[in-house]
């Protein structure tokens, strides 16, 4: 089965029903309110599956995360690699810290919320420091980085034009994903989840 990052439609967010994301929504809600900031309403219901559109997102993780979790160690700070790495929930707001919900998220006891434009930054800084290539693909309707990564195309190119992008591709799938998860959430604005 394993685990998958996947944007979250307007149906499913508010579902109030088990399975659904409305306890989170609506804690998320009352957290903004308290903070003084937007509630988060406008949450864009999903679309019907199109390859190549970027209206909906899903990947799978399945390389080890060692190299991620080591390149965030050697490029960024503790805050930084904590928000990069700690979320189970992303949302297309500023936060300048994440909130944290006493609400049960897949294998975590806690919802873990962060700013899809805090991550966005950061990731940018990780594709840079290893030079991620133009070629990675931006839209992530159904497995497309996954395979992309899985598939040859990235060894493929990593044999073109090798640099530190291709010493590591789980390492590079990690940073891509972050990256254009946080990319196409602020883009739809809709959330995004580890389910």
């Known amino acids: 089965m394993g685990m998958y990052l996947v944007s979250i439609g307007a149906e499913e967010w508010f579902d109030e029903d088990e399975g659904g994301w409305g306890r989170t929504a609506a804690a998320l809600n009352e957290e903004l309110t308290r903070r003084g900031l937007t509630s988060y309403t406008s ?12 209206q909906s997102f899903e990947e799978k993780l399945i390389p080890p995360m060692d190299g991620f979790d080591a390149l965030c160690r050697a490029e960024l700070g503790p805050q930084d690699a904590g928000t990069i790495c700690g979320w189970t929930v992303l949302v297309p707001l500023s936060l300048k810290e994440e909130i944290c919900l006493p609400i049960e998220s897949g294998c975590t006891e806690e919802t873990v919320i962060a700013g899809a434009r805090q991550v966005l ?3 940018e800084r990780l594709a840079a420091a290893i030079d991620l290539p133009a070629e990675v693909p931006a839209m992530c309707d159904n497995l497309d980085l996954t395979m992309w990564f899985r598939d040859g195309a990235a060894s493929g190119l990593a044999a073109l034009r090798p640099g530190r992008w291709a010493q590591d591709l789980d390492t590079a799938f990690y940073v891509a994903l972050y990256l254009r998860a946080a990319q196409h959430s602020l883009r739809r604005g809709c959330p995004m989840a580890f389910s």
């Open 43 to 54: 949450v864009p219901e999903e679309s019907a599956f199109v390859r190549g559109s970027g």
């Open 121 to 123: 930054a950061i990731a």
